[in-house]
Antibody
Framework: QITLKESGPALVKPTQTLTLTCSFSGFSLSTSGVAVGWVRQPPGKALDWLALIHWDDDKRYSPSLKSRLTITKDAAENQVVLTLTNVDTVDTATYYC????????????????WGQGNLVTVSS | DIQMTQSPPSLSASVGDRVTITCRAS??????LNWYHQKPGKAPKLLIS???SLQSGVPSRFSGSGSGTDFSLTITSLQPEDFATYYC?????????FGGGTTVEIK
């Protein structure tokens, strides 16, 4: 059974760095064809993809946030970490991590399992 | 980036109604199109992948169709648990992009 769970702060001040951890079970991020992604959702708004990390450590980022995002994995610890630097109030959102198989590099991703989400508010 | 446009943004329907939601891509994405639904305060749930492949455990009243740029999600005989927001997502290439969502409300 695949499960994911996000953890991190609920409140962050503007200009600070946000660090979120996705802890998962039921799969290995060392297995070919597996990826973990991050998606966020501002209150009342649509889903917004942020980043992906593949089983072989290949990483993909949203172009609009690429300069501020870093995604890393610790396969042995079954964790994926997302950092977002220099946060602003517009980064207030629920942040989800999700599991995906993929069919070929850069395509075929479907997020079949999701964490419960971590609501992050950016405010001074 | 590939833009995904859903319509309508919202709709009101009754239990038992047939509902169709459409999603249009700004360029051809073959069949690399997924559908999710999301209930308030919950994570999205994958319903359909590759435009028409129903996920395990998803009721057969859900179906997806389309290829290229135009796609649709149909719910035959809407049930109370189907009132939610629905999102399409293209997986043709990164950056992955989602549609703006369609909220299905009770009439």
């Amino acid at each position: 059974q695949i499960t994911l769970k996000e953890s991190g702060p609920a409140l962050v001040k503007p200009t600070q760095t946000l660090t979120l951890t996705c802890s998962f079970s039921g799969f290995s991020l060392s297995t070919s064809g597996v990826a973990v992604g991050w998606v966020r959702q501002p209150p009342g708004k649509a889903l917004d993809w942020l980043a992906l990390i593949h089983w072989d450590d290949d990483k993909r980022y949203s172009p609009s946030l690429k300069s501020r995002l870093t995604i890393t994995k610790d396969a042995a610890e079954n964790q994926v970490v997302l950092t977002l630097t220099n946060v602003d109030t517009v980064d207030t959102a629920t942040y989800y991590c999700a599991y995906s198989r993929f069919t070929s590099r850069s395509s075929g991703y479907d997020f079949s399992f999701w964490g419960q989400g971590n609501l992050v508010t950016v405010s001074s | 980036d590939i833009q995904m446009t859903q319509s309508p943004p919202s709709l009101s329907a009754s239990v038992g109604d047939r509902v169709t939601i459409t999603c249009r891509a700004s360029q051809s994405i073959s069949n690399y199109l997924n559908w999710y639904h999301q209930k308030p305060g919950k994570a999205p749930k994958l319903l359909i992948s590759s435009a028409s492949s129903l996920q395990s455990g998803v009721p057969s009243r859900f179906s997806g169709s389309g290829s290229g740029t135009d796609f649709s999600l149909t719910i035959t005989s809407l049930q109370p648990e189907d009132f939610a927001t629905y999102y399409c997502q293209q997986s043709y290439r990164t950056p992955l992009t989602f549609g703006g969502g369609t909220t299905v409300e009770i009439k």
